[in-house]
């Protein structure tokens, strides 16, 4: 019986099927940056003050000057009160008295809110995401944070049920729909509702890619392959900043970011199924008339006798959740981690969902965010070989959380150090986040890795519900919400130092595996099969499968 790797190995692991694979993948990986982080670009500010209708009403021959300021207070600088206004005076009063303030009380706005004149439509001038109603802004991010665990939830068993193919057209089938129809909603609330929706699409296709990814690239490129893939995200983001410059119609942005997943109506018939998959399902003749074909495309020759001896495989045991409770050692790893995961969500999207908050203009500031990705995803790969798993995950957290406090004692009138400080804070968050996929995967045994894997990924969707909710509180003190992007990561970056280093360790299979103490691995060109666990391979013989759980 031949082992799914060795077929693998001799159709090409890494060869023209993959790299058109790899391609494919990365599209919607692009596409999806605009869905993440367009709406920061929607609701910027803008100066606002009360619609004065019992002025207009009155048949006062007054510029519009003078009618703003009979109708709207002053603030300490001179500037109309965003969300005051003069109470009406009654009916009776004589028009000297109204000339000369008399009827000075103020009131909240009652007739809505004037722009200036010119201003493209936006989330803020159209539905009025100002004053009382201004946290809405942050409540709608929340919401989409909200359909990101849902998505998650939801897609992951799915993925595993229906196949990573139906799966990921499914997905893009909602970015076609939905995205173009978040242009044309009536209200608010809709739109929220339909961010939601999307939201749990995003979700899905982050790890229904990487699943399909992975189950065709060989353990020595597995790695580069995933780092790759997620590169297009950082490249979408960079590519944002410019049609989010060239496009400030919201509609017409948002129809310019959703549109181009049209283009993808070919997938249904380009996009390969796993056959990894397809043999767990035993659905053994596909698999080899799949392969046959990789083998064909990369140019190889597959041997009819090796073929022949694929059969169906079994996705062996797996624990229970309840062991990251009862064992000491898992206990310990699983509500470090959990803190962890939470933190990189926190300080990865504090910086991003406040891209316009550091004094340069936000177009270069987020141009600048995307490129900053790039690097911090591939150097997290050498520095977890330098410096080992334990150590990387904990400078990158405390650097993150540094840079962070650090903007809070940098004056506003220096923008150029206030942006540098969050470069450098978004590139260790960013490298971070891939440091810890990585780490808590070697951290966590064979039997419970996707399970354990699934609890932390929980944790860090809760993080990203709760980001809009900490900007919040900048209303309170402006300090605030970085404090809190600062501390949390640095808190939980020390706790890893009492977490185990697995650079150059076996992989654990079974959780009295946890009792045996570090074993280290034997030097070899190639990575064994447990080192491959870390990319999602559990260690049954004969199987490469990675269950979409994981991701």
């Given at each position: 019986?031949?082992?799914?790797?060795?077929?693998?190995?001799?159709?090409?692991?890494?060869?023209?099927?993959?790299v058109q694979l790899l391609i494919m993948l990365s599209v919607p990986n692009f596409l999806s940056a605009f869905y993440m982080f367009a709406?920061?670009?929607?609701?910027?500010?803008?100066?606002?003050?009360?619609?004065?209708?019992?002025?207009?009403?009155?048949?006062?021959?007054?510029?519009?000057?003078?009618?703003?300021?009979?109708?709207?207070?002053?603030?300490?600088?001179?500037?109309?009160?965003?969300?005051?206004?003069?109470?009406?005076?009654?009916?009776?009063?004589?028009?000297?008295?109204?000339?000369?303030?008399?009827?000075?009380?103020?009131?909240?706005?009652?007739?809505?809110?004037?722009?200036?004149?010119?201003?493209?439509?936006?989330?803020?001038?159209?539905?009025?995401?100002?004053?009382?109603?201004?946290?809405?802004?942050?409540?709608?991010?929340?919401?989409?944070?909200?359909?990101?665990?849902?998505?998650?939830?939801?897609?992951?068993?799915?993925?595993?049920?229906?196949?990573?193919?139906?799966?990921?057209?499914?997905?893009?089938?909602?970015?076609?729909?939905?995205?173009?129809?978040?242009?044309?909603?009536?209200?608010?609330?809709?739109?929220?509702?339909?961010?939601?929706?999307?939201?749990?699409?995003?979700?899905?296709?982050?790890?229904?890619?990487?699943?399909?990814?992975?189950?065709?690239?060989?353990?020595?490129?597995?790695?580069?392959?995933?780092?790759?893939?997620?590169?297009?995200?950082?490249?979408?983001?960079?590519?944002?900043?410019?049609l989010a410059y060239g496009i400030r119609n919201w509609r017409s942005f948002q129809i310019a970011g959703t549109t181009p997943v049209l283009l993808l109506f070919f997938y249904f018939w380009a996009l390969p199924e796993s056959a990894r998959w397809l043999l767990t399902q035993g659905?053994?003749?596909?698999?080899?008339?799949?392969?046959?074909?990789?083998?064909?495309?990369?140019?190889?020759?597959?041997?009819?006798?090796?073929?022949?001896?694929?059969?169906?495989?079994?996705?062996?045991?797996?624990?229970?959740?309840?062991?990251?409770?009862?064992?000491?050692?898992?206990?310990?790893?699983?509500?470090?981690?959990?803190?962890?995961?939470?933190?990189?969500?926190?300080?990865?999207?504090?910086?991003?969902?406040?891209?316009?908050?550091?004094?340069?203009?936000?177009?270069?500031?987020?141009?600048?965010?995307?490129?900053?990705?790039?690097?911090?995803?591939?150097?997290?790969?050498?520095?977890?070989?330098?410096?080992?798993?334990?150590?990387?995950?904990?400078?990158?957290?405390?650097?993150?959380?540094?840079?962070?406090?650090?903007?809070?004692?940098?004056?506003?009138?220096?923008?150029?150090?206030?942006?540098?400080?969050?470069?450098?804070?978004?590139?260790?968050?960013?490298?971070?986040?891939?440091?810890?996929?990585?780490?808590?995967?070697?951290?966590?045994?064979?039997?419970?890795?996707?399970?354990?894997?699934?609890?932390?990924?929980?944790?860090?969707?809760?993080?990203?519900?709760?980001?809009?909710?900490?900007?919040?509180?900048?209303?309170?003190?402006?300090?605030?919400?970085?404090?809190?992007?600062?501390?949390?990561?640095?808190?939980?970056?020390?706790?890893?130092?009492?977490?185990?280093?697995?650079?150059?360790?076996?992989?654990?299979?079974?959780?009295?595996?946890?009792?045996?103490?570090?074993?280290?691995?034997?030097?070899?060109?190639?990575?064994?099969?447990?080192?491959?666990?870390?990319?999602?391979?559990?260690?049954?013989?004969?199987?490469?499968?990675?269950?979409?759980?994981?991701?």
């Amino acid at each position: 019986m031949a082992q799914f790797a060795q077929v693998l190995a001799e159709i090409g692991d890494f060869g023209c099927f993959q790299v058109q694979l790899l391609i494919m993948l990365s599209v919607p990986n692009f596409l999806s940056a605009f869905y993440m982080f367009a709406q920061v670009f929607m609701v910027l500010d803008e100066a606002h003050h009360c619609s004065v209708a019992w002025v207009k009403n009155h048949t006062l021959n007054l510029s519009a000057a003078e009618q703003l300021a009979l109708g709207v207070p002053l603030d300490a600088v001179g500037s109309p009160e965003p969300c005051l206004m003069f109470r009406p005076p009654p009916d009776s009063a004589s028009l000297e008295d109204i000339l000369s303030h008399r009827f000075n009380e103020t009131q909240p706005c009652e007739a809505g809110w004037d722009y200036p004149e010119g201003r493209p439509p936006s989330l803020k001038n159209e539905f009025n995401l100002v004053c009382d109603q201004k946290s809405l802004k942050e409540t709608s991010q929340s919401v989409y944070m909200a359909g990101l665990l849902i998505g998650a939830l939801m897609f992951g068993p799915l993925c595993d049920r229906i196949g990573r193919k139906a799966t990921i057209l499914t997905q893009l089938l909602l970015f076609a729909v939905l995205g173009p129809a978040t242009a044309f909603v009536p209200g608010f609330a809709l739109y929220m509702a339909l961010r939601f929706a999307v939201a749990t699409a995003v979700a899905g296709y982050t790890f229904s890619n990487v699943a399909l990814l992975t189950e065709w690239v060989g353990p020595l490129w597995r790695t580069q392959a995933v780092v790759l893939a997620q590169c297009a995200f950082s490249l979408g983001q960079m590519v944002l900043a410019g049609l989010a410059y060239g496009i400030r119609n919201w509609r017409s942005f948002q129809i310019a970011g959703t549109t181009p997943v049209l283009l993808l109506f070919f997938y249904f018939w380009a996009l390969p199924e796993s056959a990894r998959w397809l043999l767990t399902q035993g659905r053994v003749e596909e698999a080899k008339r799949l392969m046959q074909k990789v083998a064909s495309v990369n140019g190889q020759k597959l041997s009819p006798e090796l073929l022949g001896q694929l059969v169906r495989e079994d996705t062996g045991p797996s624990g229970s959740a309840l062991d990251l409770i009862r064992h000491p050692q898992l206990r310990k790893v699983t509500l470090i981690l959990s803190c962890v995961w939470f933190v990189d969500s926190l300080g990865y999207f504090g910086l991003s969902l406040q891209v316009g908050d550091f004094g340069l203009d936000i177009y270069l500031t987020q141009l600048i965010f995307g490129a900053v990705e790039v690097p911090a995803r591939y150097s997290s790969i050498f520095m977890m070989q330098w410096l080992g798993r334990k150590w990387s995950q904990l400078a990158t957290l405390v650097l993150g959380g540094l840079m962070c406090i650090a903007i809070i004692f940098v004056p506003a009138d220096l923008p150029v150090v206030i942006t540098v400080l969050a470069v450098v804070g978004k590139f260790a968050t960013t490298a971070g986040f891939t440091v810890s996929y990585v780490y808590s995967a070697e951290l966590f045994p064979t039997v419970i890795r996707q399970t354990g894997m699934g609890l932390v990924g929980i944790f860090s969707r809760i993080g990203g519900i709760t980001t809009p909710l900490v900007i919040l509180l900048g209303e309170y003190q402006a300090a605030l919400p970085r404090l809190i992007y600062g501390s949390l990561p640095i808190g939980a970056g020390l706790l890893c130092a009492l977490l185990p280093e697995t650079r150059g360790q076996t992989l654990k299979d079974t959780i009295k595996d946890l009792d045996q103490g570090p074993h280290p691995r034997s030097l070899k060109l190639a990575p064994s099969e447990k080192e491959a666990e870390a990319l999602g391979r559990p260690s049954s013989p004969g199987l490469d499968f990675v269950s979409s759980t994981y991701f």
